[in-house]
C-alpha cells in the first residue's frame, strides 16, 4: 500500500478549494480562472479577435505633466504641456512621438518656452530627429515604447494572456468600485490588471519597475495607470483618458482627442538611422560615469569639474569637502574617487548637496553608502529621507547592498565649514523660486557657488529666469557678502558685475503689464 497518496489527495484538496475560494473571491469572476476572467474583459473591449487585429494606431494626444522633480516649492507642483502625434506600429513594433511642448516655467521668448521633439524607437533603440539627422535618445525613450507596444490599452489584455504565470491575486477596490486583478510578469517586473466587477473593463494597470527618467533615483516606483472615459471607436471600446500615478503622486494626465486604428505606415519617418540608433542601444541613461576631463582650478585647492552638472572639490586643512553629488551613484562613486586620487592623504569630512531636484541629489545615496556627512536644506530633509529609504531591489545600488543611516547636517541657516583659504559659508537662499537651495560663498576668494539659479545665454549676454538670480543677488546683499565671482550647478564662472547687470538689464526690458481691473 502507497501510505503517501492519502496525504496527497488531502493536499491536493486543500490546494483546490483554495483555488476555488480565491476565484469565488475574485468579483465580477465568480468560479472562473483568471484566463477566463480576462476574456470577460477582451470581450468589454470589444473581442479578442477585434484587439490582435489593431495592427497599428494614430492618436491625437493633448497631455499635462506635474514638474515633481524641480526645485520650487513643493505640492500641489507646476505643470507642463504637451500635444503630441503618436503612431503605433505594432505588427512592426515600432513608434513615432511628435511632441509640441509647453514649459510655462521658461522666459517667454526662450527656446525653450515652446518646443517640437519627433522620436522613433523600437522595443530596443530609440533616435530623436532634426531637420538634418538622427541622434541616440536614451533609455526613458525605449522604455516609454515598449510600455506602449505591450501594455498600453491596445494591447494590454493580449500581452496577459500570453503570460505564462497569469493569476490571480487579491481583489481590490478603485473609485468605490470592487475589482478583480489578475497579475503576471512582464520582462520580469510585476503587473497587475484590475477588473471593472460589474463591466469587465481594465480600469488600471500597476507595475513596479525602476525608470530611466527623471524617476530613476527613486528605484523601485509604484506606478499606477488608470483608463477611462472609454469611447466606442471601430468596434472596440477605448479609453481615451489616462492618468499615471507614481509612488502615490498623479504625476500626468492626457486625453486623447482623436484615435484612428489600422492606419498607413510611413516607413521613411518609422526609419532610424542605424548608427544612432546602435548608439542608443547602448546608452546608460541617467546611470553614467564621471568624466574629469573639462577641469579648471579657481583657486588653489578649489578644483571646479565642468560638464552637464558641475561639481567642485575643496581642500581644507583637514580634509576634502565635495559641492555637488548629481546624476547617478555611478556618477558619484567616479566624483569620489577623483577626490580620492587627488588628495590620497586627506578624507572626505563633507559633501555638499545644494539643491532638491531630483538630478541633482541623485547621488546622495553613494554619499550615505559611503558613510559621508551630507549637508542638506532643512526643507529638503522629509524628500531626503524618503529617498534614502526608497527600495532599489529591481536593480541594487551600494546603499541597498550595504545599509546605512544618512549622517545628515542640516542648514537652516549660515553654516561654517573648515578654516583657512578655502572656508566656507553656506547661506539659505529663501526666494520664492529658490526656497528648497542653499548658496555657497567662499569668503577669502569672494567666490560664490549660486546653486541651480544662474544659466548664462552667451549670445544674447542674458540670464535665464531673472528672479533665480535676483533672488540670489538678494541674499548676497542681506547677509553682506562681498562677491567678485559667481558659477552654479550649470553655468561657468562669471564676473558677478557682469551677473547683476545682466538681471537689471532684464527687469527694466520689458514693460510692467497692469492688472488693475478696468474702470
Known amino acids: 500500500m502507497n501510505r503517501s497518496r492519502p496525504l496527497l489527495i488531502a493536499l491536493a484538496a486543500l490546494a483546490g478549494a483554495a483555488s ?84 510655462p516655467e521658461a522666459d517667454p521668448d526662450s527656446a525653450s518656452a515652446e518646443s517640437d521633439t519627433t522620436v522613433v524607437a523600437t522595443k530596443a533603440a530609440a533616435i530623436v530627429r532634426s531637420d538634418s539627422s538622427d541622434s541616440p535618445a536614451g533609455p526613458a525613450q525605449v522604455d516609454a515604447a515598449r510600455m506602449a507596444l505591450e501594455l498600453g490599452p491596445e494591447r494590454l489584455l493580449l500581452t496577459a494572456e500570453a503570460a505564462p504565470d497569469l493569476h490571480f491575486e487579491a481583489p481590490e477596490m478603485l473609485r468605490s468600485t470592487p475589482h478583480a486583478v489578475v497579475a503576471f510578469h512582464w520582462r520580469d517586473r510585476p503587473v497587475r490588471v484590475l477588473l471593472n466587477t460589474f463591466n469587465h473593463l481594465p480600469d488600471a494597470v500597476e507595475i513596479t519597475q525602476q525608470f530611466n527618467d527623471f524617476w530613476f533615483v527613486w528605484g523601485d516606483v509604484d506606478q499606477r495607470i488608470y483608463f477611462d472615459n472609454w469611447k466606442l471607436i471601430g468596434g472596440v471600446v477605448y479609453p481615451t483618458n489616462r492618468v499615471d500615478e507614481r509612488n502615490g503622486v498623479a504625476w500626468s494626465s492626457s486625453q486623447v482627442l482623436d484615435v484612428a486604428f489600422n492606419v498607413a505606415l510611413d516607413d521613411k519617418a518609422l526609419a532610424m538611422d542605424p548608427a544612432a540608433a546602435a548608439k542608443s542601444a547602448r546608452s546608460k541613461g541617467w546611470n553614467r560615469t564621471f568624466d574629469d576631463s573639462d577641469h579648471l582650478a579657481l583657486a588653489p585647492g578649489v578644483d571646479l569639474y565642468q560638464g552637464a552638472w558641475n561639481v567642485t572639490l575643496i581642500k581644507q586643512d583637514d580634509g576634502v569637502v565635495v559641492l555637488e553629488v548629481p546624476i547617478s551613484p555611478t556618477f558619484t562613486a567616479g566624483v569620489l574617487d577623483k577626490a580620492r586620487h587627488v588628495y590620497p592623504s586627506d578624507p572626505i569630512k563633507a559633501v555638499l548637496s545644494t539643491s532638491d531636484s531630483w538630478p541633482h541629489v541623485a547621488g546622495v545615496r553613494e554619499a550615505v553608502a559611503e558613510k559621508l556627512p551630507v549637508y542638506i536644506l532643512d526643507l529638503n530633509r522629509p524628500l531626503l529621507d524618503r529617498m534614502i529609504a526608497a527600495p532599489h531591489l529591481q536593480n541594487p545600488d551600494h546603499l541597498q547592498s550595504h545599509p546605512q543611516a544618512p549622517r545628515w547636517t542640516v542648514v537652516s541657516g549660515k553654516v561654517e565649514i573648515g578654516a583657512g583659504a578655502n572656508r566656507l559659508e553656506l547661506y539659505p537662499l529663501r526666494g520664492a523660486a529658490t526656497e528648497r537651495q542653499y548658496m555657497v560663498y567662499f569668503p577669502e576668494h569672494r567666490l560664490l557657488y549660486a546653486s541651480d539659479t544662474l544659466v548664462i545665454d552667451p549670445k544674447a549676454q542674458k540670464v535665464y529666469d531673472p528672479e533665480l538670480t535676483s533672488e540670489v543677488i538678494q541674499a548676497v546683499e542681506r547677509e553682506h557678502l562681498r562677491v567678485d565671482t559667481v558659477y552654479a550647478m550649470h553655468q561657468a564662472p562669471a564676473p558677478w558685475s557682469e551677473v547683476t547687470r545682466m538681471v537689471a538689464a532684464a527687469t527694466t526690458a520689458r514693460p510692467s503689464t497692469s492688472i488693475a481691473p478696468s474702470s
Open 20 to 103: 476555488a475560494r480565491a476565484s469565488v473571491a475574485q468579483p465580477g469572476c465568480e468560479r472562473l480562472d483568471a484566463q477566463r476572467c480576462l476574456a470577460l474583459s477582451m470581450q468589454a473591449m470589444g473581442g479578442h479577435d477585434r484587439l490582435a487585429h489593431i495592427s497599428s494606431v494614430r492618436l491625437d494626444v493633448a497631455q499635462h505633466s506635474l514638474l515633481v522633480e524641480q526645485s520650487y516649492r513643493q505640492a500641489p507642483f507646476i505643470a507642463a504641456y504637451d500635444r503630441l502625434t503618436k503612431v503605433l506600429d505594432f505588427s512592426g513594433a515600432r513608434l513615432l512621438l511628435k511632441d509640441h511642448g509647453l514649459w
